[in-house]
């Protein structure tokens, strides 16, 4: 028998990771930091054709591209005269399982049919389960997935226990732990015993799985208005959405600007079993965003796909009250019901319409379901019995874990730029951080770092010498 | 409560003890175990807080306490929230109330 201690599972990390994903990554690998990513994307994934076509087959995609027109409206009214683009939204939860998580699992699950593998396994707690559980079903494959579900009290995060719901009614076998970093070595452990399909959100497959979501909005707006969209907002957590959805838009000829937006959640530790319960948000938020920004390399394979600082233009936040208050007023106001982590980027949007000239268009790439658990009624009730103070007010004085402030009035509803010059450099000092020699990096190397960071090698060169000068002192 | 084979229950595995947590894990975590709960059709008769022995969905055989059978979700739609309640009266009034914009 295996020994299966975590010492153990850890030695064997790499040797686990390679025969469930089927990628050498080591093939890419350029030391002493770099590696051939889009080599890595155009080897292992798959071409765009291929996966419309994979896709087709699976139900998934060609979901309906929806002008907000009262939304559009009200962002005119809020607007200086001249300002308020018109606000589109590609409607995600229209696919099989409801978000555009489909997408990625899409690929990932044929690619697992494909190779022969008996079932997959992911580890997450959102969309993303559900979508590879509906797609394993379509496929008859067998179908884990470990969430993080309860706090030690056994008290449910709802949206949470949604997912696990829905990924059980697909026919997935659902592992729901409570909160902690060891996670990953369960999920290992489950890789290494069953011999599945790692379905990971991070690999080639799931990234190469939403860029025909960038595609499709591009192609699908110039078909309905003629003109190409000037801004697309992503809601954005490990930076596959990003990643893709910007990867898909240049294949399409569009270099539109990309807006990142999380719902900020700064001050809550993620892998706190206390902080917990007190978000009201699963996903979309800043606690993956901005980690997974800096370090791509965290996810659960060992070159991640998804690698968001060479996308976007901008990385803004919003608060979990103005997110709320943008899902109420998507359904009242446009008859649309859909799940407030989608709509953190729609909320983004309805600030950045305001800045643009009438003649533009912002397009809000994703929608996702909503029902029991997810829904805002659901969240709040879940805030208040924890303590969380919920009032209408100035969404300034929102505090993460403390106090949710739903706007008064739709004109308090602001962006937060993150300063992307400083995620920029975050990143770098990540990745040189265990190097012996920063300062004597080859010219390779630096290239990949300005490439990863959308810099030049003058922006990576001072960087590091700024990053060492200090550490010197 | 009673289970009988082939029902529907769910089961508590106690993965880590507070001892074995994590090193990186945040404090608060480390006080606590590490816990699995997972459902599935029990192998055979058994009572609330024994140790069973379960079939999953994907076929594999898993142990731990009984904890449940027929596990309602309980999630729901929480109750109705007052601060959201006005929002679409208020939007509606305040893009009427400019009349056209110009």
């Given at each position: 028998m295996k020994d299966a201690s975590y010492l153990a599972i850890m030695a064997r990390r790499n040797e686990i990771m390679k025969r469930s994903v089927g990628i050498d990554y080591d093939r890419f690998e350029i030391p002493p930091l770099a590696f051939d990513y889009e080599g890595m994307m155009e080897e292992t994934g798959y071409s765009l054709n291929e996966v419309y076509t994979i896709q087709r087959e699976a139900g998934v995609g060609n979901t309906p591209l929806l002008e907000l027109r009262h939304l559009t409206k009200l962002a005119q009214r809020l607007a200086p005269p001249g300002k308020g683009a018109r606000i589109f939204i590609k409607?995600?939860?229209?696919n099989p399982s409801g978000s555009f998580k489909d997408r990625r699992a899409s690929v990932s699950v044929y690619h697992a049919q494909v190779k022969g593998y008996e079932g997959v396994v992911t580890a997450t707690s959102g969309n993303y389960g559900a979508a590879v559980a509906s797609q394993a079903a379509q496929r008859g494959l067998k179908c884990i997935i470990v969430q993080e579900a309860f706090d030690s009290h056994g008290l449910g995060q709802p949206e949470i226990v949604e997912k696990g719901r829905a990924c059980e009614a697909y026919g997935a076998e659902v592992l729901q732990l409570t909160i902690g970093p060891e996670l990953f070595t369960t999920f290992l452990n489950v890789l290494d015993e069953t011999?599945?399909?790692?379905?990971?959100?991070?690999?080639p497959f799931s990234v190469a799985g939403i860029e025909t979501l960038g595609h499709e909005l591009v192609t699908q707006l110039s078909g309905q208005e003629g003109q190409e969209p000037n801004v697309v907002v992503v809601a954005h957590a490990g930076g596959g959405n990003v990643t893709g959805t910007a990867r898909g838009m240049r294949k399409a000829g569009c270099q539109a600007k990309i807006v990142a937006a999380s719902v900020d959640l700064s001050g809550l530790h993620m892998a706190s079993d206390s902080d917990f319960n007190r978000k009201?948000?699963?996903?979309?938020?800043t606690g993956f965003g901005v980690p997974f920004a800096i370090?791509?390399?965290?996810?659960?394979?060992?070159?991640?796909?998804?690698?968001?600082l060479r996308y976007m233009d901008r990385y803004v936040t919003m608060t979990q009250g103005e997110v709320f208050y943008v899902t109420e007023a998507l359904a009242q106001l446009e008859g649309m019901e859909r799940g407030a982590a989608g709509n953190t980027s729609l909320a983004a949007a309805l600030v950045l319409a305001q800045e643009m000239a009438r003649d533009q268009i912002v397009v809000v790439q994703e929608t996702e379901y909503t029902g029991a658990g997810k829904h805002p009624s659901a969240q709040l009730t879940l805030a208040r019995q924890m303590g969380i103070e919920i009032r209408r007010g100035d969404p300034a004085e929102n505090i993460p874990g403390k106090a949710i402030v739903i706007p008064q009035h739709p004109e308090q509803i602001k962006v937060k730029d993150i300063d992307l010059t400083s995620l920029k450099r975050s990143y770098i000092k990540n990745a040189i951080a265990r190097l012996r020699n920063p300062r004597e990096l080859t010219d390779e190397c630096i290239l990949f770092l300005a490439e990863e960071t959308r810099s030049d090698r003058e922006f990576v060169r001072q960087t590091i010498d700024s990053l060492l000068t200090v550490e010197e002192k | 409560m009673k289970a009988r084979q082939g029902d529907w229950v769910q089961i508590h595995i106690i993965l880590l003890k507070p001892s074995e947590r994590a090193e990186r894990a945040p404090e608060d975590t480390k006080l606590v175990p590490l816990e699995l709960r997972v459902k599935g059709f029990i192998n055979h008769d058994a009572k609330i807080g024994e140790q069973v022995t379960i079939t999953t969905h994907t076929g594999r055989q898993l142990s731990g306490k009984l904890i449940a059978v027929n596990p309602a979700y309980g999630h729901d739609f929480g109750q109705p929230v007052p601060e959201l309640l006005t929002i679409g009266r208020e939007l509606r009034a305040l893009l009427e109330d400019e009349g056209e914009s110009s």
């Open positions: 409607d995600e939860a229209a011999g599945y399909f790692n379905a990971s959100l991070y690999t009201s948000f699963t996903t979309a938020h370090n791509p390399d965290r996810a659960d394979v060992p070159r991640n796909a998804a690698r968001s | -």
